[in-house]
C-alpha cells in the first residue's frame, strides 16, 4: 500500500519527486539503450512490467488483520536490472494514482523511491549477494524479490515517520508504528510474492532460455534450477 | 507441472488463505482485513491531529464497487500480457518439438 494523496506535507512531497526524478531519467534512458541493443527483449520486458501490474492490483488479506499488495518489481530489477524498474513501477503507480485513488500525484515521488527505487535495488544486491554466497537460483530469486518488498515497506514507514514524527518518541517511536502496519503486514504477502517470482523465473528460464542468457538473473553463476 | 511447482503453488494459496482463517473478528470490530493505508492514515490522525491532506485524489471511483472494478482492470491487464506470453512460449516449444520429430524421422527413413 502506498502513502494516500496529500498524506505527505508539501516540502517532503517535494523533496521525495527531486529525489526520485533523476533515478527516473536514468532508468529511461538505461531502458532505451537495452532495448535498442537487444530489441528481442522487449517481450520479457513486456513480461515483468505486466507482473508489476499485475501484482500490484492484488490486495492479499495478512496475518495483521489488513489487507496490502505484493510490488511485482523484484523480477524486472532481476532480469533488466534495477534502473529498468523504476519507469515501470513510476507508470503503475500513475495509472493507480489517477484512476484507483490509490497512491497520489503528491505522493507520488515519495511511492516512486520506496517501490520503483528502494525495492529494484535491494532486490538486485540481494540477489548478487545470494548468488556469489553460492546459493541456488531459485534461492536467490526468492530472497531478493521477497526482501526487495519488505524494503519497499520499511521505505514507506520512514517516510511516514520523517513526516510525522512522534511528539515524544521522536522518528524512532513513529517508525515504529508505521512499520507495525506496513512491513509487518507485508511479511506473508513478500514471502508470496517470492515464491510467486521463482515460478515464473523457472517458466521464463525453460521458454526463453536463449533471450534470458545473458540478462542478470542468468549471468550470475548460480546452480541452474537448483 | 513439477512436483515442485505445484507446492509452491499450494504455500501461495496457504500465505493467503491462512489469515483469513486464522483472524477471527472480535465482536464490534469493524474494518477487519481493510488496507493498511486506512491504518495507517489513522495513525497519522493520532500522532498528528491537526494534520489536514492538501490534496485530493482527482478521480474518486463513484464506489468500493467500482474501485474494485478499476482493480481488476488493472490485474487483468497484467495478467492478459503474461497469458499471451505463456501461450505463445508453449506453441512455440510444441512447434520446436515436432519439427525435431519430423527431422529425425526423415532422416530414420533415409537411413533405411
Redesign the interface.
Known amino acids: 500500500?502506498?502513502?494516500?494523496?496529500?498524506?505527505l506535507?508539501?516540502a517532503h512531497a517535494l523533496g521525495w519527486a527531486a529525489v526520485s526524478a533523476p533515478f527516473l531519467a536514468w532508468g529511461l534512458r538505461s531502458m532505451g539503450r537495452g532495448l535498442q541493443a537487444h530489441p528481442e527483449r522487449r517481450?520479457l520486458l513486456?513480461?515483468a512490467?505486466?507482473?508489476?501490474?499485475?501484482?500490484?492490483?492484488?490486495?492479499?488479506?495478512?496475518?495483521?488483520?489488513?489487507?496490502?499488495h505484493p510490488t511485482g518489481v523484484g523480477l524486472g530489477a532481476l532480469l533488466f536490472g534495477p534502473a529498468a524498474m523504476v519507469p515501470v513501477g513510476f507508470v503503475v503507480l500513475l495509472?493507480?494514482?489517477?484512476?484507483?485513488?490509490?497512491g497520489?500525484?503528491?505522493t507520488l515521488g515519495a511511492n516512486v523511491f520506496s517501490m520503483a527505487i528502494v525495492g529494484p535495488f535491494v532486490s538486485y544486491a540481494v540477489f548478487r549477494a545470494t548468488a556469489k554466497l553460492g546459493a541456488s537460483r531459485s534461492v536467490a530469486v526468492f530472497l531478493a524479490a521477497c526482501l526487495g518488498d519488505l524494503a519497499t515497506y520499511l521505505t514507506t514507514s520512514a517516510q511516514?515517520a520523517l513526516a510525522?514524527?512522534?511528539?515524544v518518541g521522536g522518528f524512532d517511536t513513529?517508525f515504529l508504528?508505521?512499520a507495525g502496519?506496513?512491513a509487518l503486514?507485508?511479511v506473508?504477502?513478500a514471502?508470496?510474492e517470492g515464491?510467486?517470482t521463482?515460478?515464473v523465473v523457472?517458466?521464463m528460464a525453460?521458454?526463453?532460455a536463449h533471450e534470458l542468457r545473458a540478462l542478470p538473473v542468468m549471468a550470475l553463476r548460480t546452480r541452474e534450477g537448483a | 507441472m513439477k512436483t515442485r511447482?505445484w507446492l509452491?503453488?499450494a504455500?501461495?494459496v496457504l500465505?493467503?488463505v491462512?489469515?483469513?482463517c486464522?483472524?477471527g473478528a472480535p465482536p464490534g470490530t469493524e474494518g477487519?482485513?481493510?488496507?493498511?493505508?486506512?491504518?495507517?492514515?489513522q495513525?497519522?490522525g493520532t500522532?498528528?491531529p491537526h494534520?489536514k491532506?492538501?490534496?485530493?485524489?482527482?478521480?474518486?471511483?463513484a464506489s468500493s464497487e467500482i474501485?474494485s472494478l478499476?482493480?481488476?482492470l488493472?490485474?487483468a491487464?497484467?495478467?492478459?500480457?503474461?497469458g499471451y506470453?505463456?501461450g505463445?512460449?508453449?506453441a512455440?516449444?510444441r512447434a520446436c518439438n515436432s519439427e525435431l520429430a519430423v527431422t529425425s524421422s526423415e532422416q530414420d527413413r533415409r537411413a533405411d
Open positions: 500500500m502506498h502513502i494516500m494523496e496529500g498524506f506535507p508539501p517481450m513486456g513480461v512490467a505486466a507482473f508489476a501490474f499485475l501484482l500490484s492490483a492484488l490486495k492479499l488479506p495478512s496475518v495483521t488483520g489488513s489487507c496490502s495509472f493507480q494514482a489517477l484512476l484507483l485513488a490509490h497520489g500525484l503528491t511516514l510525522f514524527p512522534d511528539a513513529s508504528k508505521f502496519i506496513f503486514t507485508q506473508p504477502i514471502i508470496s515464491l510467486l521463482v515460478l523457472n517458466a525453460r521458454f526463453n | 511447482s509452491l503453488w504455500a501461495i500465505l493467503t491462512l489469515p483469513l486464522l483472524i477487519l482485513f481493510g488496507g493498511s493505508d486506512d491504518r495507517a492514515q495513525a497519522i500522532i498528528a494534520y491532506p492538501w490534496f485530493a485524489p482527482v478521480f474518486q471511483p474501485a478499476l482493480f481488476a488493472q490485474a491487464i497484467g495478467a492478459g500480457v503474461i506470453w505463456l505463445l512460449s508453449v512455440r516449444e
